[in-house]
């Protein structure tokens, strides 16, 4: 048994319902990454044991696209859009101001888990930019003075 059996366990499961396993590296990781939260080591060997794939294509799938984790994520997640039309309404400001009010940097989690930050490119809404997402919520037209409000907003989830 190791940490991650239940959840490999439910993941077994969704494989099971697979017509066919060829092609499915993608979905099985999606999935995998639902259930889990991130991509722990343990979880990408199962995959690649499960689809017979070699363990370096799954790692090299997880690293190639920026949405897979290979980190565990804090309870919050807050993404800050640093696309073209965010970026040039001040959209690097709003990160460094979380940055500092979390103590962490872009990419990192907070030590008791409750936050992660990161950047991420155009969400499609930029006739909302700047825009920041917190566990999927899109708030728009943010400034730096907003950042306190929403980490209230997300303090009562916390
Ligand atoms: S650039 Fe941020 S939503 Fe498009």
């Not at 490999?8 to 494989?15: K, M, Q, S, T, V």
């Amino acid at each position: 048994m190791s940490e991650f059996s239940p959840q490999i366990a439910e993941l077994d499961g969704f494989i099971d319902t697979l017509d066919s396993l060829e092609g499915k590296l993608i979905v099985v990781l999606h999935k995998a990454q639902n259930i889990v939260g991130w991509l722990p080591t343990e979880v990408q060997n199962h995959i690649a044991h499960r689809l017979r794939v070699p363990a370096s294509k799954v790692y090299g799938v997880v690293t190639f696209y920026s949405f897979f984790n290979t980190k565990p994520k804090g309870k919050n997640k807050i993404s800050v859009c640093l696309g073209t039309a965010c970026f040039v309404r001040g959209s690097g400001d709003i990160a460094d101001e979380f940055s500092k009010r979390l103590g962490i940097g872009v990419g990192e989690t907070s030590e008791d888990k409750l936050y992660s930050l990161d950047s991420i490119r155009c969400v499609g809404a930029c006739g909302l930019a700047p825009v920041v997402t917190v566990n999927g919520k899109v708030y728009g037209r943010v400034t730096v003075k907003d950042v306190d409000n929403i980490l209230k907003d997300v303090g009562g989830n916390a």
